[in-house]
């Protein structure tokens, strides 16, 4: 979108700043005089409450008839008020923002608003103020700034998440309450969170460890569920109208990002439009090195092709550019709600998001003898589209006192497409994915003390494999073996669930669930183009899981949870059928015998705090892993070795491990040294080893992040640090180890980075974004990355609040 446009609608509706009527009332941050949305007022009995929209406004009307009000928020001080007070500081009213506190709402848990101190796991909240002002090119680069999540990226336009030793199909992704991994999502690094728009993200809630009880397969290590902006209704019967909006450029990748959003309120009609498009050129990595290998990772060579298609080495004119890593991402997040009372609220939602081709940077830089492997390798198009349609119900009923109801459609569209140095045969591989989510959720109150969630899940896949190779002198196509069987995939989940929560006194919270789960593969082959010894492939799953937890408030300022939980991750398509390369000179064929894998995790944390000067959490975990789903050595039709598109290749396949044992913890500091000055530092230890006593894949070098913060009432700043420790190339995982292009002899090395980030209020709600990252231009790597991460990097946008 062109930054010339957006800078109009800057212009034009910065002067549109409605207040609104005399019942109104606005709640601004008594630091930075920012609005405050979320914020509930009730009267003192909560009877009637109401809760202030993005711009921090609340309507009274309904409210008037009480003499005083309580104003409550998770992060700011609360505070009752008579109404007469309310009159008297014409109405607005500025809250004192805790950054120590225990205790707060959360949705995570069960799927509904919590109490934290009620809840025995650890959760971490990305709110939407922080989501502004991290200010990400991509999602993924958000959760890496939380300090404790690992991000591994094979491409720049990726980003795999890493928690707690666990990654890909492992964690589960869940957007406004849809999950979206689906059969095809794979145990090697996944990038789908690169179709996440931040910039239409309402906040974050990060679940650590097995969600299984509450969300089914695949949420082993943690679940991590985004919460994309919500439409508004009007306080009158007239139309109101609101644009936000910004335009950033970076300067490690040329980068050039754009959003626009739109909210139309009614009373009872509110639409919510945002429209995101981002530009990025070729990568330039950090020039000054950590260890003794200063030329690793360098771009020396890459392939050009001359006019009759005869492939060439070249010499890069700067080795530090990472050539080829550009690409461009654009979305759509379309939002409609409608409330025609007090007991239902209706949302539509439309997400699309689609990228360019995404080269696969790790595969260009293999070499092959005096040659690079690979003229070409690249990701297609990668695209997401998600129809959401959501019932929320507030009428209680005999089996329910409120309800949710999701139905959600989705489409996924990828392709894999290379072509070896000299070769003129470009092969070419498409999936898509048709994915139909039903969601049921309710609570009940059963006494005064105890609550039930409980609800149930449904889940069909539909996955077409196709694939040809095309020689690109003749253009003649011809058909080549498909990622996945190309005659019928079908991929169903299903599962019953509850929760149940029960206070035995006011500072201790039990929390008991079960769940029942139900998985079935059917997989049909073509076997002309790969021989298989089974035309067929089916399989049914079930698995139960449990949960136990204990929130113990031991006094207001220390709080000890305890909880023990199982999960489980039934094989989907991409382990149990798949034919791929997984990498150089191997080649992974079909298992009809995988089973499930099952974890059994127990955690324990502490939570204290110190005043309102200090607060410090630490939480210890461990975790047992059965039937361990791991890619081996395999033998096909009694050969350890067949041919693959032209290679002879070592024979493997997904195949259960006898198990695995996994621990470690994490440390949270937060400290204030003022009402404008504070600190906070995280920092992550894990460890992990299968049955043989290798090193599980998955679990990156103890890493963390350090802040320095200063704001006041229009300057916001950060000074952090990211680092991450070493591992030794032989305590690497053996897949590791095969990847020497990614590892120096030493392994995988250490590094930090020094950063700023800034936000510097103009007029009103202009916001100008400063920032630099990696300030002392160093080169790393990533622990698993197939990529180097940017050098020096220059930021600046400017942004219309909402």
């Not at 711009?55 to 009307?61: E, F, K, M, N, S």
């Not at 993200?201 to 994309?228: K, N, R, W």
């Not at 067949?642 to 396949?653: E, K, M, P, R, W």
């Amino acid at each position: 979108m062109n930054k010339y446009f957006l800078l109009l609608i800057i212009l034009f509706t910065v002067f549109y700043t409605k207040i609104g009527a005399s019942q109104n009332l606005l709640i601004t941050n008594s630091i930075t005089s920012e609005p405050i949305p979320g914020t509930i007022v009730s009267d003192t009995l909560k009877t009637i409450y109401k809760v202030s929209n993005s711009r921090g406004i609340v309507d009274l009307a309904e409210l008037t008839q009480f003499t005083h009000l309580v104003i409550h928020h998770n992060y700011y001080q609360n505070i009752t008020l008579s109404l007469d007070s309310i009159k008297s500081l014409n109405y607005k009213i500025k809250l004192e923002e805790l950054t120590i506190h225990i205790g707060g709402l959360t949705i995570m848990a069960n799927k509904w608003e919590q109490e934290t101190t009620e809840i025995p796991f650890t959760i971490s909240t990305v709110t939407p103020k922080e989501v502004r002002f991290i200010n990400p090119q991509i999602t993924a680069d958000m959760l890496a700034q939380t300090g404790n999540i690992f991000i591994q990226k094979s491409q720049s336009g990726g980003g795999s998440p890493m928690i707690r030793g666990f990654s890909a199909n492992s964690v589960l992704l869940v957007v406004d309450g849809v999950r979206m991994n689906n059969a095809i999502f794979r145990s090697g690094n996944l990038q789908n969170s690169l179709n996440i728009d931040p910039n239409a993200l309402g906040h974050i809630e990060v679940i650590y460890g097995p969600g299984s009880v509450t969300y089914g397969s695949d949420a082993l290590g943690g679940v991590m569920d985004f919460h994309t902006k919500e439409a508004e209704f009007s306080f009158s019967d007239k139309l109101e109208a609101n644009v936000e909006g910004f335009y950033r450029t970076s300067s490690a990748n040329l980068e050039r990002s754009t959003s626009i959003g739109v909210d139309l309120k009614w009373k009872s009609f509110g639409s919510h439009t945002q429209i995101s498009y981002s530009n990025f050129a070729n990568l330039r990595v950090g020039k000054n090195h950590f260890g003794n290998y200063p030329e690793f990772g360098k771009r020396n060579f890459v392939v050009s092709q001359t006019e009759s298609k005869k492939d060439t080495m070249v010499a890069v004119d700067d080795p530090n550019i990472m050539f080829p890593s550009l690409f461009t991402t654009q979305s759509i997040n379309q939002k409609f709600r409608y409330k025609p009372n007090n007991k239902l609220d209706i949302t539509y939602s439309f997400i699309y998001s689609n990228t360019t081709d995404i080269p696969r940077y790790d595969r260009l830089t293999l070499e092959s003898g005096d040659y690079l492997k690979y003229a070409q390798w690249y990701y297609g198009p990668q695209t997401w589209l998600m129809h959401n349609l959501r019932f929320r119900l507030f009428k209680p009923t005999k089996i329910y006192d409120s309800g949710k109801i999701i139905m959600a459609y989705q489409n996924f569209k990828e392709s894999r497409n290379d072509r070896k140095f000299g070769s003129t045969a470009l092969n070419q591989r498409q999936e898509e994915v048709d994915f139909i989510t039903l969601n049921i959720d309710f609570s009940k109150n059963l006494a005064k003390h105890t609550t039930l969630y409980y609800g149930l899940d449904a889940g069909f896949n539909n996955v077409t494999s196709t694939a040809h190779m095309t020689d690109i002198v003749t253009e003649a196509v011809s058909p080549i073996q498909t990622r996945y069987p190309n005659l019928l995939n079908h991929y169903t989940s299903s599962g019953l669930f509850f929760n149940l929560k029960h206070k035995l006194s006011k500072s201790l919270s039990l929390m008991a669930g079960f769940r029942y789960s139900f998985v079935s593969l059917n997989s049909q082959f073509d076997t002309t183009l790969n021989q298989l010894p089974f035309q067929d492939l089916q399989f049914f799953n079930y698995a139960p899981n449990g949960s136990f937890g204990m929130a113990w408030m031991a006094k207001d300022d220390l709080q000890l949870n305890m909880n023990l939980a199982t999960g489980f991750r039934a094989p989907n398509l991409d382990d149990a059928a798949k034919i791929f390369d997984s990498e150089p000179g191997s080649v992974v064929v079909p298992n009809p015998d995988l089973k499930p894998e099952y974890v059994y995790s127990g955690e324990i944390s502490l939570i204290k705090t110190f005043g309102k000067i200090a607060k410090f959490e630490m939480t210890v975990y461990a975790s047992y892993i059965n039937n361990l789903i791991v890619r081996k050595d395999f033998i096909y039709e009694g050969m350890d070795s067949i041919f693959y598109d032209g290679t002879l290749s070592q024979v493997q396949a997904m195949q259960n491990a006898d198990y695995a044992k996994l621990f470690g913890g994490n440390l949270n500091l937060s400290i204030n040294f003022s009402k404008k000055l504070s600190f906070s530092s995280a920092y992550n230890l894990a460890k992990g080893m299968d049955s043989d006593n290798n090193n599980l894949r998955h679990i990156p070098p103890h890493f963390g992040n350090t802040r320095l913060t200063y704001k006041n009432h229009i300057f916001t700043a950060s000074i952090f640090a990211n680092y991450s420790q070493k591992i030794a190339f032989d305590q690497l995982a053996p897949t590791e180890q095969e990847k020497t292009n990614l590892y120096t002899p030493d392994g995988a090395e250490a590094w930090y980075t020094l950063n700023f980030i800034s936000d510097i209020k103009l007029y009103q709600r202009i916001h100008l974004n400063f920032g630099v990252t990696n300030i002392l231009d160093r080169f790393y790597m990533p622990y698993s990355s197939g990529i180097p991460a940017p050098g020096r990097s220059f930021m600046i946008g400017i942004r219309l609040m909402p």
